[in-house]
């Protein structure tokens, strides 16, 4: 396979995974898809935001990724683009995960949700959301 293919693949590969974790955020946001209040990724340092701006920022980080990477696949490895393209690689992702990360722990109130802010008015408790989607379903 030439390395422009495989460039063009490795990046719609990464791309399909980022659309899929924007689309979730959306769905998270939208308040269409509660359920993940409920679940907490394994070996990961994610707080109890980890559903919705976090996930929209590794999304976005995997498409920076999918991008960058199909470029400098694409251009022959990274033997053969200027170091600024890694390097901007290798920063974007960083601060992608970082953000997340944090916006996992200390989300501003602005940021979240209005189902989301009128829960935690109200103390809602993890049992209370199982009940919830339970009855949802």
Do not use: N
């Amino acid at each position: 396979m030439s390395e422009q293919l495989t460039g063009v693949v490795v990046g719609a590969v990464l791309g399909v995974i980022g659309a899929g974790f924007l689309f979730t955020a959306w769905l998270s946001y939208s308040g269409r898809f509660r359920s993940w209040m409920l679940a907490r990724p394994p070996l990961t340092f994610l707080g109890r935001y980890w559903g919705l701006l976090p996930m929209a920022l590794t999304g976005a980080g995997i498409l920076f990724v999918a991008v960058c990477a199909g470029v400098i696949i694409g251009a022959g490895g990274t033997g053969s683009v200027p170091a600024v393209w890694v390097f901007v690689l290798v920063v974007g992702l960083v601060v992608s995960l970082v953000a997340a990360v944090w916006t996992s722990h200390r989300l501003p109130r602005s940021l979240r949700p209005a189902w989301y802010q009128d829960w935690e008015d109200r103390g809602i408790t993890e049992q209370e959301v199982t009940a919830w989607l339970r009855d949802r379903r």
